[in-house]
């Protein structure tokens, strides 16, 4: 049984009406600017500022606040070597065979392939785990909504990696258990994301798409 702490005064940080409009559109106008990234620089990014950003990742609410998710934080050349070659491999057998036709079609758009290159390029890598339930004296214990929990953490996890001033990419090699067996985690942990992190290339290019505006995206019930 886990231990309860009872509950404690929580003092809201808040801000005058213009202070708060402004921040909003400042937000808004920033994350704006994010891109997805492929072209990454070889420049290095401090330690600190990656734990920073995992730490920043970690704020997100979860299921029963069961905090289901384990970063794996590499920069070990040898390591993404080893995922790379490995994310290839699936990659490869993706491109030629397990995607629709029509998958392919639509992701003309962005220029991909099966080579990934930035795994080894990014100075970089967070593989990011859900732990689908815990060991806790040897039972075995649920977690919960664990998807829709790691799914907040890695939202979190890109805006702290773009205000930082830093790129990186949603990278889903599938099928991805080989990164368990690379990585050596437990049986209680699965594959969720793969992000490089680090510095857009000087010649980095982006597809040229827009954002759905705010008419196509919501719907008012006032
Ligand atoms: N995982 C592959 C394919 C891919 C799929 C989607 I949906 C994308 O938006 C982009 C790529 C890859 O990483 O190339």
């Not at 990186?168 to 049986?187: A, Q, V």
């Amino acid at each position: 049984m886990s231990k309860q702490r009872g509950f404690i005064p929580f003092k809201q940080t808040s801000f005058s009406q213009p202070e708060m409009m402004k921040r909003a559109e400042a937000l808004y106008q920033f994350s704006n600017q994010r891109r997805s990234i492929r072209d990454f620089s070889d420049k290095d990014v401090p330690f600190e500022v990656i734990k920073n950003i995992v730490l920043t990742a970690g704020t997100s609410p979860s299921g029963a606040h069961k905090q289901p998710w384990t970063f794996c934080i590499i920069r070990s050349n040898e390591l993404k070597s080893k995922i790379k070659t490995a994310a290839e491999e699936e990659e490869y057998k993706s491109y030629h065979g397990r995607m629709s036709e029509q998958w392919l079609e639509d992701l003309k758009t962005f220029g991909t392939d099966w080579n990934k290159p930035f795994i080894e390029t990014a100075p970089w890598i967070i593989v990011v785990f859900k732990r689908i339930f815990e060991f806790e004296e040897n039972e075995k214990r649920p977690n919960y909504y664990v998807n829709e929990s790691v799914g907040i953490a890695c939202g979190l996890l890109i805006n702290a990696i773009h205000n930082a001033g830093l790129a990186t990419l949603t990278h889903t090699p599938s099928p991805m258990n080989f990164l368990t067996e690379i990585l050596e985690r437990p049986e209680n942990e699965k594959p969720y994301l793969l992000l490089p992190i680090g510095y857009a290339a000087r010649d980095a290019k982006v597809p040229n798409i827009d954002r759905k505006t705010f008419e196509e995206v919501a719907i008012l019930f006032d």
